[in-house]
């Protein structure tokens, strides 16, 4: 196991991208700052998002708004790798979902972090659970829970608060995809014990074994959302044909300074 040490975190600068901050980190500062939150048991949330999340962002006010205040917002996609270097940031990297899930697991057999699983279809975080620990076996899993697809009633929103507080979980996963798991996590931050939120969408399903990963050379070279359309053209088509030949138009509008996104 490589040395998983880590340090203090420090503050995070941001790149402005259509108003949406991006954390400028790699996945080491990423596990950093994870760590420190956890250390000192202070409450926070990260956004792992790509163009969709920036975009959903400009449909939506209040989806900016959750982006600009959550601890770290990661770039999950190489278009805002990308963007962030040519911004004068050279050491942001993709902080992939999956990939920090796995480097947070594999860290948590050293800091004995405590993980709950909220999300994902019926059966899907035993299925993640079992996987995980066949992986990191000295990993500590307290619970996990699959919510109905329809929104909780106010009831059964206490008695999963009550349930996730009752596990006292050092780290909340939460697999909802964008922008549901984002509103969850802005929405019940201030209820759950000292806690990270950490929003990571398809992460489940990936490590679950239900869905397959594109491989590592085309995530490289920014394709992997051309993988998942042809893996899923039905449910995201929107997301990729639509989504990411306006993130391109808006980010020339920014570049050539036709319209001021602010970070407020």
């Not at 959750?66 to 902080?95: C, F, Y």
């Not at 659970?129 to 066949?134: E, G, M, V, W």
């Not at 990191?136 to 619970?143: E, K, L, Q, R, S």
Request: proline share 6%; net charge positive; with cysteine.
């Amino acid at each position: 196991m490589r040395d998983l040490t880590v340090k203090d975190s420090v503050e995070i600068p941001r790149v402005n991208i259509l108003g949406v901050g991006i954390s400028a980190i790699n996945m080491a500062s990423a596990l950093k700052t994870i760590n420190g939150w956890i250390e000192r048991r202070e409450s926070n949330y990260v956004c792992i998002t790509g163009v969709h999340g920036v975009i959903e962002s400009q449909r939506d006010e209040q989806m900016r708004k959750i982006h600009n205040s959550a601890g770290l917002v990661t770039p999950d996609g190489m278009p805002l790798v990308w963007i962030s270097r040519l911004k004068g940031r050279p050491q942001v990297e993709r902080v992939y979902g999956p990939d920090l899930m796995l480097a947070v697991c594999e860290l948590s057999q050293i800091k004995r972090y405590r993980h709950f699983f909220y999300g994902g279809a019926p059966g899907v975080p035993e299925k993640l659970t079992k996987n995980l620990i066949d992986r990191f076996p000295n990993m500590t899993i307290v619970g996990s829970y699959s919510p109905p697809f329809r929104s909780p009633s106010e009831e059964e929103d206490e008695q999963i608060v009550s349930l996730i507080n009752q596990s006292k979980p050092d780290i909340v996963w939460v697999g909802l995809s964008t922008p549901k798991q984002e509103r969850w996590m802005a929405e019940h931050i201030s209820r759950l014990k000292p806690s990270v939120l950490i929003g990571v969408g398809a992460a489940f399903d990936f490590h679950a074994g239900l869905k397959k990963q594109a491989p590592r050379w085309i995530q490289k070279i920014g394709m992997e959302w051309f993988f998942r359309l042809l893996s899923e053209p039905r449910r995201l088509w929107k997301r990729y044909l639509v989504n990411n030949p306006l993130f391109l138009l808006l980010i020339i509008r920014q570049t050539f300074r036709l319209k001021n996104y602010t970070l407020d």
